[in-house]
T-cell receptor, first 110, second 112 residues
C-alpha cells in the first residue's frame, strides 16, 4: 500500500492560489490519486481524482508528473471557507480500502 | 448530496452499555467502511465490507464488530462500551472500482 507524505499545515490569504504537494514514492501501477477535504465535525468530501498528467474540475486542479511519485492539489483563489484539512489518498479501491494519512491543515486568513 | 445516513449523531452513555451505530446508504454501493476519528486527529479505518456477508478488519484494531446482512446497511456494535471508545465514528460507502468515498455525517460517541 503506497504511503503518502504531506505537509502538516499551510497558511494562505484570501484570493491566493494554494498548492499542496503529496509524495507517494511507492505508488503502484493500478493506484489512483484522490484528494479529500474535511471540515471540523464532518466527514471528508471528495475533491478530485486522477491517474496521470492533469485533471481539472470546478473546484481544483490535480497535477501528476510522469513518474507519478508525487501529486499537487491546486486550489485557485482560496477563500476563508477553504480552511480545512486536505487528505491525499493513493490506492486501488478495487483491491482494498484506502487509508487516510495525517492530511494538511490549510488555514486561510482574511 | 450523498445518500448515506448515520444514527445517532450524538450519543452519551455509561460504561458497560451495549451500543449500535447505524449506517445506511441508498446508492446501491457494494463497498462500505467505518472510520474512527478523534478531534483534530487523522481518520483510522476500523472495518470495511465489499459486499453482503463480507467484513474485514481495518488498519486500527477495534473492539467493535460489524455486520453486512443487507447491501444498504452496515451497523457497528460495541458490546460493552468503555471511556476509551469515546470518539467520532464515520461511515462511508463507494461504488466498485476507484469510486469516491461518500461519508455520512458521523456519530459522536461519549462514554462516561
Amino acid at each position: 500500500l503506497a504511503k503518502t507524505t504531506q505537509p502538516i499545515s499551510m497558511d494562505s490569504y484570501e484570493g491566493q492560489e494554494v498548492n499542496i504537494t503529496c509524495s507517494h514514492n511507492n505508488i503502484a501501477t493500478n493506484d489512483y490519486i484522490t484528494w479529500y477535504q474535511q471540515f471540523p465535525s464532518q466527514g471528508p468530501r471528495f475533491i478530485i481524482q486522477g491517474y496521470k498528467t492533469k485533471v481539472t474540475n470546478e473546484v481544483a486542479s490535480l497535477f501528476i508528473p510522469a513518474d507519478r511519485k508525487s501529486s499537487t492539489l491546486s486550489l485557485p483563489r482560496v477563500s476563508l471557507s477553504d480552511t480545512a484539512v486536505y487528505y491525499c489518498l493513493v490506492g486501488d479501491t478495487g483491491r482494498r480500502a484506502l487509508t487516510f494519512g495525517s492530511g494538511t491543515r490549510l488555514q486561510v486568513q482574511p | 448530496e450523498a445518500d448515506i445516513y448515520q444514527t445517532p449523531r450524538y450519543l452519551v452513555i455509561g460504561t458497560g452499555k451495549k451500543i449500535t451505530l447505524e449506517c445506511s446508504q441508498t446508492m446501491g454501493h457494494d463497498k462500505m467502511y467505518w472510520y474512527q476519528q478523534d478531534p483534530g486527529m487523522e481518520l483510522h479505518l476500523i472495518h470495511y465490507s465489499y459486499g453482503v456477508n463480507s467484513t474485514e478488519k481495518g488498519d486500527l484494531s477495534s473492539e467493535s464488530t460489524v455486520s453486512r446482512i443487507r447491501t444498504e446497511h452496515f451497523p457497528l456494535t460495541l458490546e460493552s462500551a468503555r471511556p476509551s471508545h469515546t470518539s467520532q465514528y464515520l461511515c462511508a460507502s463507494s461504488r466498485a472500482g476507484n469510486g469516491e468515498l461518500f461519508f455520512g455525517e458521523g456519530s459522536r460517541l461519549t462514554v462516561l
